[in-house]
């Protein structure tokens, strides 16, 4: 297996991307990888890792990227949307596809909002055949409420008080300052980006029928998990699983370096082809 470590360009910025390239002549369908958001990346990075390693001993090429204003890309992290995520990832499909001398059909995996972008990103491109979405963000407000309480916990372990509640905070949010979210800065048009990305949204872009795998990782086995029950009715082809294994795209004790359950579960599904 080879690693190169590269950039490329995007609307004349450079973005940051890895090439695992597996080793001899004989190669699989290949996989770029969308990650999670702000301090979950940080957290799933090994795991991410782990799986893009995986694969390329099994014949796939992968390739990670970086999104703009994050990890070794350029930029700000206030200069990122969910526009321009969804553009990062659409540009990484061409360079990918550029680099390994291939046109033919990627594979997009992606973790939490990345697992949505992934969404976004394939509406409407032949060139993806496949989606993987490993817990796939549904309720955008939702989870934008948690970014918040994300700031609202830091005010009260800096402070020992809530200086600032969460209405505050968007209304500043409005008026085109940032908000803190664990050391990154979230602009207006982030949050407004996540607040309106719900299930319509995402049936909506994954209208053209394709082989999606979604799984929902459980810390607990059995647990029901009616958001992602209806995004599989809305998206053609897909398949929902659950795996259980610890929320590795939080801070948690556990190191972790691997999430074998979930391996395990997307490896079967790749090659038993119940696509």
Request: charged share 25%; hydrophobic share 40%.
């Given at each position: 297996m080879k690693e190169?470590?590269?950039?490329f360009l995007n609307r004349g910025r450079r973005l940051f991307g890895v090439l695992h390239e597996p080793g001899g002549k004989s190669r699989r369908e290949g996989f770029v990888f969308c990650s999670a958001f702000a301090?979950?990346?940080?957290?799933?990075?090994?795991v991410m890792v782990g799986f893009a390693r995986l694969l390329a001993q099994r014949g796939h090429p992968v390739m990670r990227f970086d999104y703009l204003g994050s990890g070794d890309s350029e930029g700000d992290f206030e200069d990122a949307t969910l526009e321009t995520m969804v553009s990062d990832t659409r540009c990484a499909l061409a360079t990918f596809q550029e680099r390994i001398g291939n046109p033919g059909p990627v594979n997009l995996l992606g973790l939490r909002l990345g697992a949505s972008i992934a969404v976004f990103a394939a509406s409407g491109s032949e060139a993806v055949k496949a989606l993987v979405l490993w817990e796939p963000l549904v309720d955008g407000a939702g989870y934008a409420k948690s970014l918040l309480r994300i700031?609202?916990?830091?005010?009260?372990?800096v402070y020992g008080n809530i200086l600032e509640n969460s209405d505050r905070i968007?209304?500043?949010l409005n008026t085109g300052e940032t908000a803190n979210i664990d050391g990154y800065e979230m602009?207006?048009?982030?949050?407004r980006g996540i607040s309106g990305m719900g299930l319509g949204a995402l049936s909506a872009f994954g209208f053209s029928a394709r082989p999606s795998l979604i799984v929902a990782i459980?810390?607990?086995?059995?647990?029901?998990?009616?958001?992602?029950e209806k995004l599989q009715r809305c998206l053609r082809g897909a398949?929902?699983?659950?795996?259980?294994?610890?929320?590795?795209?939080?801070e948690i004790k556990l190191a972790y370096r691997g999430a074998p359950n979930l391996f395990d579960l997307t490896l079967r599904w790749l090659e038993h082809d119940e696509r």
């Amino acid at each position: 297996m080879k690693e190169t470590p590269f950039f490329f360009l995007n609307r004349g910025r450079r973005l940051f991307g890895v090439l695992h390239e597996p080793g001899g002549k004989s190669r699989r369908e290949g996989f770029v990888f969308c990650s999670a958001f702000a301090e979950e990346k940080l957290w799933s990075h090994r795991v991410m890792v782990g799986f893009a390693r995986l694969l390329a001993q099994r014949g796939h090429p992968v390739m990670r990227f970086d999104y703009l204003g994050s990890g070794d890309s350029e930029g700000d992290f206030e200069d990122a949307t969910l526009e321009t995520m969804v553009s990062d990832t659409r540009c990484a499909l061409a360079t990918f596809q550029e680099r390994i001398g291939n046109p033919g059909p990627v594979n997009l995996l992606g973790l939490r909002l990345g697992a949505s972008i992934a969404v976004f990103a394939a509406s409407g491109s032949e060139a993806v055949k496949a989606l993987v979405l490993w817990e796939p963000l549904v309720d955008g407000a939702g989870y934008a409420k948690s970014l918040l309480r994300i700031n609202l916990a830091t005010q009260a372990a800096v402070y020992g008080n809530i200086l600032e509640n969460s209405d505050r905070i968007v209304s500043r949010l409005n008026t085109g300052e940032t908000a803190n979210i664990d050391g990154y800065e979230m602009t207006s048009a982030m949050y407004r980006g996540i607040s309106g990305m719900g299930l319509g949204a995402l049936s909506a872009f994954g209208f053209s029928a394709r082989p999606s795998l979604i799984v929902a990782i459980n810390r607990k086995k059995g647990a029901r998990r009616p958001d992602l029950e209806k995004l599989q009715r809305c998206l053609r082809g897909a398949h929902l699983h659950e795996v259980q294994e610890e929320p590795f795209w939080k801070e948690i004790k556990l190191a972790y370096r691997g999430a074998p359950n979930l391996f395990d579960l997307t490896l079967r599904w790749l090659e038993h082809d119940e696509r």
